[in-house]
Antibody, heavy 115, light 110 residues
């Protein structure tokens, strides 16, 4: 059974940093593109970033370029999102998802940026 | 303002057929596959339709997808109360080099 479990969310002040993790199980992580998608409270879905199987290609939505970094450790079956210079508008539930076009999603982790 | 345009709401009575539209452009829907997601209240999104009109295993055949030019549609036949959810379309955008979602359609079963 495919499982994706996010962790690392929480309350952070504007300008702060946070690192999200996603533990993958039930499939071979190294065979799949992986994605992060977020959803602000009461709002729609917004794609954040993608990373290729070997980490050689990464894509980001314009609003996070230069601030967020997606990475992976296939040996540890883990996906990461390093978030720096956080802003209030980054407040959202962050979902880890399998595939470039997501087919499986985690349950999400809430990131709140507030002073 | 989402790159893909969906109606904010839709409704129907049990047993009815409803359709949800998704309008894009040549750089996204016009040149790439469309995907549809269902998000039940308080839960993570679930893949409903991939590659324009394919259903993952386990998705009832009451759900169907279609695409024509720069628009796509999701049809739900034999509407049931458990179909009440938010529905999102999505596609890769070649100009943005990124994944774009529609703003979502809240489906109410009356």
């Amino acid at each position: 059974e495919v499982q994706l479990v996010e962790s690392g969310g929480g309350l952070v002040q504007p300008g702060g940093s946070l690192r999200l993790s996603c533990a993958a199980s039930g499939f071979t992580l190294s065979s799949y593109w992986m994605s992060w998608v977020r959803q602000a409270p009461g709002k729609g879905l917004e794609w954040v970033a993608n990373i290729k199987q070997d980490g050689s290609e990464k894509y980001y939505v314009d609003s996070v370029k230069g601030r967020f970094t997606i990475s992976r450790d296939n040996a540890k079956n883990s996906l990461y999102l390093q978030m720096n210079s956080l802003r209030a508008e980054d407040t959202a539930v962050y979902y880890c998802a399998r595939q470039l076009a997501p087919d499986y999603w985690g349950q999400g982790t809430l990131v709140t940026v507030s002073s | 303002q989402s790159v893909l345009t969906q109606p904010s709401s839709a409704s129907g009575t049990p047993g009815q057929r409803v359709t949800i539209s998704c309008s894009g452009s040549s750089s996204n829907i016009g040149s790439n596959y469309v995907y549809w997601y269902q998000q039940l209240p308080g839960t993570a999104p679930k893949l409903l339709i991939y590659s324009n009109n394919q259903r993952p295993s386990g998705v009832p055949d009451r759900f169907s997808g279609s695409k024509s030019g720069t628009s796509a549609s999701l049809a739900i036949s034999g509407l049931r109360s458990e179909d009440e959810a938010d529905y999102y379309c999505a596609a890769w955008d070649d100009s943005l080099s990124g994944w774009v979602f529609g703003g979502g359609t809240k489906l109410t079963v009356l």
